[in-house]
């Protein structure tokens, strides 16, 4: 058996003897089998994320921001003002509420906040609610990608063992109980990852049906009607529309999908595969991808365009194109615009550009110094986490007994053992990827470049380690990857399987431990100073 079989392996034959019946209730057994792993991971994953979901009752880092935007956009449908005492006003007993209507200047787009949103309207704007999403979707994606690695690696183990690695890590834990941005990023990104491998199977089974019946070459095949390539568009126009730096993974999809197309033609004989998916393919998909990315986008921001009401109301420079005739900024991306008369265009689509431009000012020239910023460069070995939360707690407060008093924090750390490993496997991908022309390690790293080396142009700008949430299930899909490559090669002894079993199985017994170990940290556990201080391995830690 061939490595490449011990992640994809084939169809085993047909059982000789009686029954269609017998095959025909195998196979639904094995459906199941390969729905259950999936669940019972997702399952434990939930239990992680919606623990004491409402604890800490505080305001965690950013949600001073974002559970007050929801609310606001529930409520008026654009972001609105707050007075210096609301923190304090929403958590006290009984909760005041001091919304006002004036318009507030917002850094992001809305969708992220209206799916916060989704939790307060259920469960109203207490922590529980404004973080309800957040861990609901953490959980989903759980899920997700055990049928994504199944589908990629022909496996459900190596599915089940990637979402089994994300379930225990840490930053992925951290960012789906709390209220913000990047865990809902994630969500999207890696829905719109899986939707492309469907219709990647689906196009190479309409190639494989077209040369069957007949047709001449790959050259000339239509694959027509894509709906999951749409799919995709439309979970990564949400991306976009919760971060802006959803349009890079946009980009990086899109070629994605068009070399797959390349690839699939060339399969399928092509004698001119290029040409053949310039021609037939390329077009498409940037209507399916970026067409259908766009209406989400742009659509997100329907509360903010219809909350127009009298000039004095409305979203932040609602009407800053009511009286006038011409387009602003007038560069984008340092590129000079021509100042014509653009009244053609609706004054509320005016009025949303000129609000970008300035949205695009502020994210780039975002230079001001903060204690928990770091570099790039740092963030696949977790060197600086970000700490969200922090108290400390005497002695006899809280159930601390420890004469040297206690801490609780919340620490936007992954858990180290996977993220080290991680290193290591995203450089077995390269090798794969560029030595055996391995088209899923060139997917995963496909998704890996979209989503990190982007920020490598930021060395100015204030940026955390946080935003790498959207990557951890793409290092976790590299790891399993790793990990079922060491069970062995083609031919390799029964004593060789086992060790390979036996070190893939330490692998995750010890991130698991890890987790375990440094669990306290992601949910603010009351603990001694001194367990606390065992927890820095790192002097940046702290």
Known sequence: MTQAALIHPPAP???AGPAPGRRGLLRRASDRADWLGPIAVALFAGLLRFWDLGYPNAFVFDETYYPKDAWSLLRQGYEGTWPDSANADILTVPQSIPLTSAPEFIAHPPLG????????????????????????????????????????????????????????????????????????????????????????????????????????????????LRPWRIAAGVALGA???VKWNGV?????FGLLTVLWDQSGRRWAGARRPWRSMLRRDAVPALLAMVGSALVVYVGSWAGWLAAGGEPAGGGYDRHWADDRAGLSPDKVLGIPLPQVSMSWVPAPLRSLWHYHGQMYDFNTGLSTPHTYQSNPFSWLVQSRPVSMYWEQVPNGQRGCTASGG??????????????????????YLLWRWFFRRDWRSGAVLCAVAGIYLP??????????????????????????????AMLGPEGCSPERRRIGAAGAGLIVLAVMACFAFFHPLYTAEVIPMTSWQDRMWLTTWV
């Open 13 to 15: 034959p047909a059982p």
């Open 406 to 427: 206690c801490a609780a924090q919340i620490l936007g750390l992954g858990t180290p053992l996977l993220w080290w490993t991680a290193c290591f496997a995203l450089v």
């Open 455 to 484: 920020w490598f142009q930021y060395q100015e700008r204030t940026v955390f380690s946080f935003y790498m949430v959207v990557l951890v299930p793409f290092l976790c899909l590299a790891v399993a990857q790793m990990l079922g």
């Open 239 to 241: 991306a976009c529309a």
């Open 248 to 252: 890079m993974v946009l980009a990086a």
């Open 113 to 224: 906040k209206w799916v916060i949103a989704l939790g307060e309207q259920l469960f109203g704007l207490h922590p529980f609610g404004w973080r309800f999403m957040t861990a609901l979707l953490g959980t989903l994606t759980v899920l997700m990608l055990a049928r994504i690695g199944r589908r990629l690696f022909g496996s459900t183990l190596v599915g089940c063992t990637a979402a089994l690695l994300m379930s225990v890590d840490g930053l992925q834990l951290v960012m789906s109980r709390v209220g913000l941005l990047d865990g809902v990023q994630m969500f999207f990104v890696l829905a719109a990852f899986g939707s492309l491998l469907i219709d990647r199977d689906h196009a190479r089974a309409r190639l494989a049906a077209a040369r069957e019946g007949g047709a001449p070459d790959g050259d000339r095949i239509r694959l027509g």
